[in-house]
C-alpha cells in the first residue's frame, strides 16, 4: 500500500478510524507502533503542529485501513511529574481515538503507574484494549493475570519485539473500530473514493454538545439563554468562539458540558433594527454551522412566520438536530390549538425530520424549562445513533418482503444490503442494482421505517444509494 506522503497529518489522512497506543515509558509502545504499521509499507510521519514527537501511520490490519498513533516519547517533552507526563502526552491522542491499545510490560509486572494510568484511562469513555507486551516464550503469564486487576478486561499477550500475537491483535482492532463502512459480506461493491464524504467516520465528539438557540427577533432567546445560565453551573464566561461573529458559552447538565453557540445579535441588541429577514436568517446559518443541536425558539403567540420555515429547512439542509421551542407559553390562551398548529406547520415543512420534539415553555417566569434541556439531550442522541449492521439488514429484508421495490424501466431493482455510513445526522447507504434509481417514494417508504424501527424521531435521516454493477 504505497500511499503518497501527505504534507500535513488530519488534512491528508481523513476519514480513517484512530488507533491510539498508550502506557508508561519502556513497555514497547514504539515496537508495537512498528510492528502494527509495518515499516516497509506503512507511511510514517511526524504531524506538524501537533506534537513533535508524535508518531502517526497508515496501517492496513486485516483489510482494514486505520490511523496508528504512538504516543512514546512525549513522556520527555513536559517538564513534570512521571504521572503528569504520561497524561500530558496522551490526553489529545486519547480524546481522539476510536480505540486505545493500553500497553503494559508483563515482565515487570502492574506498577503503581501502569494503575494509575489505567484510572484515568477508564474514565475517558473511549474503548480500550489492554495488551500485556513482552510475554515472548509463556514470560510474564503471571502479570497478564494479573491485569485483570486494572479493570479493563481482559488482557491480550503479545510480544512486539518477537512478532508473536500480533495476528490476533490485527484480528482484534479490526473488529472493534468503527464502522462497518463497506461490509466484506458482500462481493462487487465500489470502493470508497477519496473525498467521498459518505464514507466518513466521524471522531467522536469529546468536547461538549454544542447548541444553537435560533429563531425570529423578540422570540426570547436572550432571555432564554439568561435562564439557562441562571439555573445552571456556569463553567466559564463568555469567551471568543470560533469565528469572529459568534461567541460560545459554556454550561452544564448533570450529563455534562453545553457549548451555546451564541450569535452576536442575542446580546446585543444592536441589530434588532435592521431588516427582519436579513438580520434574522444570516446570523442564523452562522450558528447553524457551528451547532449539533438547535433550538429553534418561537414566539408561540404570533404563530408560524414564513421566516420560521426558512429556518426550519435551513436546519434540514445543514443535517442538524432540532427542537422546537414554544416560547412565551405564560401568554397563550388555546394552548392545545396553539400547540398543535404550530407543531403541524412546522412540522411539515421539515419532511426528512419527522417527529420533531416540542417544549413548550416561559423563558420569562421558568414554567416549562426544566424540560428542555433532557429534550435537547435526547435528540442529541438520537442524532449520534449508530444501528448495527445486521440489525438494519435484519429490518431491510423484511421491508423488502413487505413492499417489493418498484420496476424501473420494465426492470426489477435489486436492493442487496444496507449499512450505516455515519451519524450526526444518521446516514445509510444502500447497495444494489441499480439502486441509484430507487423512485423517491420509496426511498421515502424505508426512511419512514427506518425511524420507527429504530427509533430516531425528528432527526434528518439521509439515504444514500449505491449501484452495483
Ligand atoms: P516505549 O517507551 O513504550 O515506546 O517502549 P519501546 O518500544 O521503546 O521499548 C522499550 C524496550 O522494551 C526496548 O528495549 C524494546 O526492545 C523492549 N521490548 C519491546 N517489546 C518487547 C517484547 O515483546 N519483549 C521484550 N523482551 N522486550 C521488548
Ligand atoms: P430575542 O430578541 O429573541 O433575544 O428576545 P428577548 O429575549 O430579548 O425577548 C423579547 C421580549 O419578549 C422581551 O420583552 C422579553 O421580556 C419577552 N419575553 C421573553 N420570553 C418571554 C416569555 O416567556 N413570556 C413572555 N410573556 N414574554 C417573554
Known amino acids: 500500500m504505497a500511499e503518497p506522503g501527505p504534507p500535513g497529518g488530519e488534512a491528508a489522512v481523513p476519514y480513517l478510524p484512530v488507533v491510539v497506543i498508550v502506557g508508561r515509558p519502556n513497555v514497547g509502545k514504539s515496537t508495537l507502533f512498528n ?6 509499507h506503512a507511511l510514517v510521519a511526524d504531524t506538524p503542529g501537533v506534537t513533535r514527537d508524535r508518531k502517526d501511520a497508515v496501517a492496513m490490519l486485516r483489510g482494514r485501513k486505520v490511523r496508528l498513533i504512538d504516543t512514546a516519547g512525549l513522556e520527555e ?3 513534570e511529574s512521571l504521572y503528569g507526563r504520561m497524561r500530558a502526552s496522551s490526553e489529545m491522542a486519547v480524546a481522539h481515538a476510536d480505540l486505545v491499545l493500553f500497553c503494559i510490560d508483563a515482565r515487570s509486572g502492574i506498577t503503581p503507574a501502569d494503575q494509575h494510568f489505567a484510572n484515568w484511562l477508564r474514565r475517558q469513555g473511549r474503548p480500550v ?11 510474564g503469564a503471571a502479570a497478564a493475570m494479573e491485569a485483570y486487576s486494572l479493570g479493563l478486561g481482559s488482557p ?3 510480544s512486539a519485539e518477537h512478532g508473536e500475537g500480533i495476528a490476533d491483535l490485527m484480528g482484534e482492532i479490526a473488529d472493534r473500530v468503527p464502522p462497518e463502512v463497506v461490509p466484506d459480506v458482500v462481493e462487487d461493491l465500489p470502493e470508497p473514493q477519496d473525498g467521498d464524504e459518505d464514507y466518513e467516520v466521524p471522531p467522536r465528539p469529546p468536547g461538549p454538545l454544542k447548541l444553537a438557540i435560533i429563531g425570529r427577533p423578540n422570540a426570547g432567546k436572550s432571555t432564554l439563554l439568561n435562564r439557562l445560565l441562571g439555573e445552571e453551573r456556569m463553567i466559564t464566561g463568555p469567551e471568543a468562539g470560533l469565528t469572529r461573529d459568534s461567541v460560545a458559552v459554556r454550561f452544564a447538565d448533570e450529563v455534562g458540558p453545553i457549548e451555546l453557540v451564541d450569535t452576536p445579535g442575542m446580546r446585543k441588541k444592536a441589530r434588532v433594527d435592521l431588516p427582519l429577514e436579513k438580520m434574522s436568517v444570516s446570523a442564523s446559518i452562522e450558528a447553524l454551522k457551528m451547532a449539533e443541536i438547535v433550538v429553534l425558539t418561537l414566539d408561540a403567540t404570533l404563530g408560524v412566520h414564513e421566516q420560521d420555515l426558512q429556518i426550519a429547512r435551513l436546519i434540514e439542509r445543514e443535517g442538524r438536530g432540532c427542537v422546537l421551542a414554544l416560547n412565551k407559553w405564560d401568554a397563550v390562551e388555546d394552548r392545545e390549538v396553539t400547540r398543535k398548529a404550530i407543531a403541524d406547520r412546522i412540522e411539515f415543512s421539515l419532511s426528512q425530520m419527522r417527529g420533531i420534539p416540542v417544549v413548550t415553555f416561559s423563558a420569562l417566569t421558568g414554567a416549562g424549562i426544566k424540560r428542555l434541556l433532557p429534550t435537547i439531550r435526547a435528540a442529541h442522541e438520537i442524532w449520534n445513533k449508530r444501528v448495527p449492521t445486521g440489525e438494519l ?19 426489477r431493482l435489486k436492493l442487496r444490503y444496507i449499512t450505516q455510513a455515519k451519524a450526526r445526522p444518521p446516514t ?3 447497495f ?8 423517491e417514494d420509496y426511498q421515502r417508504y424505508l426512511v419512514n421505517g427506518l425511524r420507527e424501527r429504530f427509533k430516531m424521531p425528528g432527526t434528518p435521516i439521509r439515504l444514500q444509494l449505491r449501484g452495483t454493477k
Open 35 to 40: 510492528r502494527l504499521a509495518g515499516r516497509r
Open 77 to 79: 517533552a513536559a517538564p
Open 393 to 411: 439488514n435484519r429490518w431491510f429484508e423484511s421491508a423488502l418482503e413487505r413492499h417489493t421495490p418498484p420496476l424501473v424501466e420494465g426492470r
Open 432 to 439: 444494489g442494482t441499480r439502486a441509484e434509481m430507487l423512485p
Open 129 to 139: 484494549l489492554l495488551i500485556a507486551n513482552k510475554t515472548e516464550g509463556r514470560a
Open 156 to 158: 491480550l499477550s503479545i
Open 428 to 430: 445509510f447507504i444502500i
